[in-house]
């Protein structure tokens, strides 16, 4: 079983829908991340935590907003999604401790129409 | 200047080659530097650490050059299933803590 799970895999929406992006693991880590990836651009970090009550905006926050339900859980939405959303997103955890190996899920490719 | 930069390619080198890649970062304060594998349309995985003395890891050397502020990844011997993007990552220490950097990656195209 896959250590870092997303769901949905894939998704395809319209302008203006509210969309919930789901993570969850099973590595007992207490930190958890989302990335963006597009082509051309690279991984960008869209918000990170580092526990349950701790939440912080990455480099590319606008438009988004993340909830961590649980040490094992975050979850990121996007209020009113747009086009330029459009994007594979991955979630990451690691230990504790600014040096750690981060591992990915799967991701999930989101199209927004 | 880009706070990590990389060629993104594509290589294109026939199996048994050797192939080597180069990332310059603009931050002379990072701290740490590692290379991630990423296999199309999949998650990056990493791939090893790079210190300050060199490592290698079977058919992979990784090596830092802080003064020029560069790291490299030599891939000898290479494989078909060495094909994939190799993403150059540094973390940036904030405090106690730190975030990584990723690199656009270098993509490698191992031709039979």
């Known amino acids: 079983d896959a250590d870092v799970t997303q769901t949905p895999r894939n998704r395809i929406t319209k302008t203006g829908k509210r969309i919930m992006l789901e993570c969850s693991q099973t590595?007992?880590?207490?930190?958890m991340y989302w990335y963006r990836q597009d082509p051309g651009l690279g991984l960008r970090l869209i918000y990170y935590?580092?526990?349950?009550?701790?939440?912080n905006k990455g480099e590319i926050s606008d438009g988004y907003s993340v909830s961590r339900q649980a040490q094992a859980k975050f979850s990121l939405s996007l209020e009113s999604a747009i086009p330029n959303q459009t994007a594979l997103y991955f979630c990451?955890?690691?230990?504790?401790?600014?040096?750690?190996?981060?591992?990915f899920g799967p991701g999930t490719r989101l199209t927004v129409l | 200047r880009k706070e990590v930069e990389q060629d993104p390619g594509p290589f294109n080198v026939p199996e048994g080659a050797t192939v080597a890649f180069n990332c310059t970062y603009s931050?002379?304060?990072?701290?740490?530097f590692f290379w991630y594998r990423q296999d199309c349309r999949k998650e990056p995985k990493l791939l090893m650490s790079?210190?300050?003395s060199g490592n290698e890891d079977g058919r992979f050397t990784a090596q830092l050059n802080r003064a020029s502020q560069y790291i490299s990844l030599l891939i000898r011997d290479s494989k078909l299933s060495d094909s994939a993007t190799y993403l150059c990552?540094?973390?940036?220490?904030?405090?106690?803590?730190?975030?990584?950097?990723f690199g656009k990656g270098t993509k490698l195209s191992v031709k039979p």
């Open positions: 990451a955890t690691s230990e504790s401790g600014p040096y750690n190996e981060q591992f």
């Open positions: 590595k007992g880590h207490d930190r």
């Open positions: 935590s580092f526990d349950v009550k701790d939440i």
């Open positions: 931050n002379s304060a990072s701290q740490s």
């Open positions: 790079v210190y300050s």
């Open positions: 990552v540094l973390i940036r220490k904030r405090g106690s803590q730190g975030n990584l950097i």
